[in-house]
């Protein structure tokens, strides 16, 4: 014979919200460290990034720092 959990509907909002709370009780300690969570997180659609790869290959490359052209390191 099986056994199912049956639960009455205010026992039922109590392990929902108990489940939610789990999920949600991550903290970050700087919004850099939250957006970082969240792009690994998240899958850019293929179309979005070859838009982006595209704008991107269209801007200048910045010059060299300052440390790179002191100490002659490449690129």
């Known amino acids: 014979m099986k056994h199912e959990k049956k639960f009455i509907p205010q026992e039922q909002q109590q392990v ?3 489940q939610s709370r789990q999920t949600a009780g991550r903290e970050f ?3 850099e460290e939250l957006l970082r969570f969240d792009a690994a997180q998240t899958a850019v659609p293929p179309e979005i990034a070859q ?4 704008s991107t290959d269209a801007e200048p490359m910045p010059d060299r720092s300052w440390w790179r052209r002191f100490f002659g390191g490449k690129s």
């Open 16 to 18: 929902s919200e108990t």
């Open 51 to 54: 838009r982006l790869k595209k």
């Open 29 to 31: 300690s700087s919004v």
